[in-house]
Each structure stands twice: as C-alpha cells, then as structure tokens.
C-alpha cells in the first residue's frame, strides 16, 4: 500500500503551552488533527471556570491564525479543595475531561491529588456531570520504571468507588496496564502515544542519551512496546491516541524536562508502526474513530492523506527536538 486516505485523527492528549510559543505548537497539531485535548498544567493552573475559559479563549485564537480548521477540547486540572460547583462550572465553560495529576509525577503538578480520596467531592460532581477523568497513571514515590505499573491499584480503587465514572487511563507504557484496561468496565479507555508505540528504552540510552526520547511515563522494553502495539491495533474500542506531544525549548531539554515533541512526526510514526503489525488498516479506529466514540464526538469532516514517501525528520521544529530528529521516516501525512 502506498497511500491511505483516512478520516481526520483526533488527539486526546496534547500540551501547548501557553504565551508567544502556543501559536506554532498549536498550528503544527492543527495541520494534522480534527480535534485535540489540551492538557491543563500550564501556569496557572486550569483548575477553575474562568482560567479554563481565558486559556481555551487563547488556543481557539492561536488555532484560529493557524489557518487550519480545527476544534480545541477543553480539560480542567483536578485539584484537591476546588469543590463541586468548580467542577460543574468548567462543564458548563465547555471542559469534556478533567485531569487527575498524582502530586509531584511530572510537569507542573506539585499541586496535584495526593490520593484519590483527598478529590472525592470532585470525582463524584465529575461522574454527575458525565465529565471523563483523564489520568496520568504514576505513582512518584516508586523506582522510575515501576511508576505506572504501582500506580494501577490506584486506578482500581477509582474505578471501584465511581461506578459511572468514565477514566481514560492517559499515555499507557507497559504490559501491565494493558492487561488491567482490559480487565476494567467498558467505561475504562486508555490513550496511546506515538513514541511509547515506536521506542524502547534502549532507543533512549542504549546508545547515546538522546533527551527527544525522554518522557514520563518513561520508555519501556521492547515486550512493553509489543504489548501496547498489539492493543492499539487490535481494534479494541478501548484503546486510541493520545500523542502526549510536549515540547521543551533546548534550555529546558538541557536541564531534563520530560516530555516528546511528536506533533511533527506521530502520524508518520504510527503509520509504520501499524504497517510493522501488518495492521494499516486498523490505524483510522485507532486515531480517528475509537477516542471519539468515548468522548461521545461525532467524526471529524476532513480526510487525512498518509503517502509513502521517505522525508528526513528536521534537527528541530519550533524551536524543539521531536522524536526521529535527522532520521528518515517511510511515511507522510497530510491533509487532504
Ligand atoms: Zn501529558
């Protein structure tokens, strides 16, 4: 196969900072993406209706000049003490999802859930409202590479007290987790990125350290990757994208922020990623079709062109590093 046309993706799980930098982060997801979630760990945190509604405000204008036809969902930060009405009132301001950031897992979350009972006023105003709870799976207190996995008990005693409470499980990144996504209710979803689907841990510090690759969660084997690209091509509803693209200034990379810039490269990523399962044609329910069903969104309208056509990844877009920095990818991906 040498071109795919597919529905436009969606992607449930991306930051685009804030200030002058947000209008090319913005544009380069709106080039390739119908829809797409803005995660809330900016500064200050959109943890209430009327910063929810200046930073939505901001994207719309920055996707707006991107010239790109496409729609911004809202999602508000989960924290401890900002009550009920709070969480009503970001329904109300457009919020699809809440996030539940552990305190202290990653990026500006100090302010995050100590556990889950510390938000039960919130998680059940949350599961009134039909919002999704969006979490990033992670308990900070554990060896780094055990983080997402000890944190599945966690998710468990959620999905167990909040029996209509919809919880999309954000980023997977071991075999574990997908295993549990499964065992859990219907209304348990999980995203997937672009680089924990096309990198292990050896990509990342096999060789030399290459900083583009270090996110949170972090990569895992080659039998954690396995286990996440077979659930992401299985066609299971469950699973969808989420590219978690995050970029980082190089002063920032060079201090050790986490996070991947994927927005430039996922599609093309997850192409070949798709092709090497022999599964291309799953690849529109995983990124165009499964995510919306869950959030209850209608298809996107435009189509998605993936063309076989080699391109050479450039050293830096946007002033960030993105994955497969210099190297040369099989596919494509575009408008159509
Ligand atoms: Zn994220």
Known sequence: MNSLNIRLPDDFHVHLRQGPAMAAYAATTARRFGRFMAMPNVTPPLTG????????????????????????????????????????????????????????????????????????????AM???GLVLSIHGEDPSAPALERERAFLGVVDSIV???????????????????????AWPERVAATITA????????DLLGGSLRPELFCKPVLK???DRAALLEAAVSGSPRFFFGSDSAPHQPE??????????????????????????????????????????????????????????????????D??????????????????
């Open 221 to 223: 084997s080659a039998a």
């Open 49 to 124: 209706p009327a910063a929810l509604a200046d930073y939505s405000r901001a994207v719309a204008a920055a996707v707006a000049a991107s010239g790109y036809a496409a729609t911004p969902l809202a999602c508000f930060k989960l924290t401890p003490g900002m009550g009920r009405e709070a969480v009503f009132s970001c329904a109300a301001a457009g919020a699809v999802a809440g996030k539940y950031y552990p305190a202290g897992a990653t990026t500006n979350s100090s302010d995050g859930v100590p556990e889950p009972s510390a938000v039960a006023e919130e998680l059940t």
């Open 319 to 336: 002033g960030a590093v993105p994955p497969a920095a210099g190297r040369t990818l099989a596919w494509a991906a575009e408008r159509a």
């Open 160 to 182: 167990g007290s909040y029996p209509r409470l919809r919880v999309a499980l954000e980023h997977l990144s071991c075999a574990e987790s997908v295993r549990a996504v499964l």
């Open 127 to 129: 599961q009134e409202a």
């Open 252 to 317: 920032a990379k060079a201090a050790g922020a986490a996070g991947c810039y994927t927005a430039p490269v996922a599609l093309s990523l997850l192409a070949a990623a798709f092709e090497e399962a022999g599964a291309l044609d799953r690849l529109e329910a995983f990124v165009s079709v499964s995510g919306a069903r869950f959030y209850g969104l209608g298809p996107n309208p435009g189509v998605l062109r993936l063309r076989r056509e080699s391109w050479t990844v450039p050293a830096s877009v």
């Open 195 to 202: 680089h924990h689907l096309s990198f292990t841990i050896d």
